[in-house]
């Protein structure tokens, strides 16, 4: 029986890496910019705040990432051939390969918002998705020069845009704000992406990939800080909390319209939704069916409590312990994902069906797309 298990399992393993292997991506892209939050943070966070945050946690390099392992956008650099992203905050770094400005923390919408509107819980960090095209305006007087040139060069580059909005709704639900209130933010988060893309076409971009939300009701910490005693709260097929779903799913509606109008104004170029919402479903609805053992609401690095996650023993702090199983479980710390499912999803995105059109088939010339 056990090494049946053991004999499928393997082959198991060699079937889908058949699948996804294949056929390597052509070497297409000559460089890859990132902005975002810290789903896609290859380093900015810690490098910005070293020596000035008390209980900053260690990152043994070079993953200065909140997971056990590599990111969705590490494994689109290698897919595509690249080198894995450098922090932008990494000054005197050549970027001619590629450039990632995002960082742990970061919204879509200003500092100034939240402050205007009373968001008490907002950190100063400062590093919005506007701060982030600042730093990209630096960034490109060190990778080309004259304008012809540049378009030239990101005209080629693969641009990855999000996510955004998850920090933005989350500072509201901790400033105490309704459901309702939370919806109006939604409109105005996805404009502001809107204006950050077009941004990008204006520079030369023409293939921009843009992630959605994650279903912010299924993740440990809002679990842990929104318990509900009335079990309709709950979706009875994942034991997520619905009412921080359901944001997120307006958002990914709203900014899936916003992207295909976008697109009919910029035939050229090429704009891809791609979806962490619905496989991250798919894993707290069938854990087992994608080798989570111990589940999708449970983080393996955490300070105990029904979740793991536990605010004042978070992962990195005295308290916290690590699981022995990362890859049998979809949450890392409570708030991000383990290597595993970021490696699951990330394929999903290139290959299908979790991004349209696949990332694939925008570098190959053979394949015709709609
Ligand atoms: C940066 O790297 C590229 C190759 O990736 C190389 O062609 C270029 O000369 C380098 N620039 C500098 C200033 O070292
Ligand atoms: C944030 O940084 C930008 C430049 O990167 C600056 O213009 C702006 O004033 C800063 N905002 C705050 C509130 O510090
Ligand atoms: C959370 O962590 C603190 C500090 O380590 C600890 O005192 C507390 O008991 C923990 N709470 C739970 C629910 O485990």
């Given at each position: 029986m056990e090494r049946g298990g053991v004999v499928w399992g393997l082959m198991w393993w060699w079937m889908v890496a058949v699948v996804v292997t294949a056929e390597p991506l052509p070497r297409y892209y000559n460089a890859i910019f990132s902005f975002g939050d810290s789903f896609s943070d290859t380093g900015n966070f810690v490098i910005i705040n070293s020596g000035k945050l008390p209980n900053m946690p260690k990152f043994p390099p070079p993953y200065a990432r909140c997971s056990n392992g590599r990111l969705v956008i590490d494994f689109l650099a290698e897919a595509f051939g690249l080198p894995l992203l450098a922090p932008s905050a990494n000054t005197g770094t050549n970027f001619s390969q590629g450039a990632n400005f995002a960082v742990m923390?970061?919204?879509?919408?200003?500092?100034q918002y939240f402050k205007d509107n009373n968001v008490w819980s907002i950190p100063p960090f400062n590093t919005s998705m506007n701060v982030q095209l600042g730093w990209f305006d630096q960034v490109k007087q060190t990778v080309c020069s004259s304008p012809q040139e540049c378009r030239e060069f990101f005209g080629k580059a693969l641009f990855v845009f999000g996510e955004f909005g998850g920090n933005d709704y989350s500072f509201a639900w901790k400033a105490e704000w309704s459901l309702e209130k939370v919806k109006t933010m939604v409109p105005k988060v996805v404009a502001s992406m809107i204006g950050g893309i077009e941004r990008l076409l204006d520079e030369g971009a023409r293939h921009v990939v843009v992630p959605g939300n994650l279903p912010?009701?299924?993740i440990p910490i809002t679990l842990t800080m929104y318990p509900s005693d009335d079990r309709a709260d709950y979706d009875p097929r994942t034991g997520c909390l619905k009412k921080y779903n359901n944001v997120a799913l307006y958002h990914n509606a709203i900014l899936r319209i916003a992207l295909d109008q976008l697109q009919r104004r910029r035939p050229d170029s090429r704009i891809v939704y791609a979806d962490y919402y619905t496989p991250y479903i798919q894993f707290a609805r069938t854990p087992h069916l994608y080798g989570y053992k111990r589940g999708a609401l449970r983080a393996c690095c955490g300070g105990g409590g029904p979740y793991n996650y536990n605010m004042s023993a978070s992962c990195g702090l005295p308290g916290a312990t690590t699981c022995d199983?990362?890859?049998?479980?979809?949450?890392w710390d409570g708030i991000h994902l383990t290597e595993a499912p970021y490696r699951f999803i990330a394929n999903t995105w290139l290959r299908g069906?979790?991004?349209?059109?696949?990332?694939?088939a925008l570098v190959r010339d053979d394949v015709v797309v709609y």
């Open positions: 923390g970061a919204t879509a919408l200003d500092l912010a009701g299924c199983d990362p890859d049998a479980h979809v949450s069906p979790y991004a349209h059109p696949p990332l694939a």
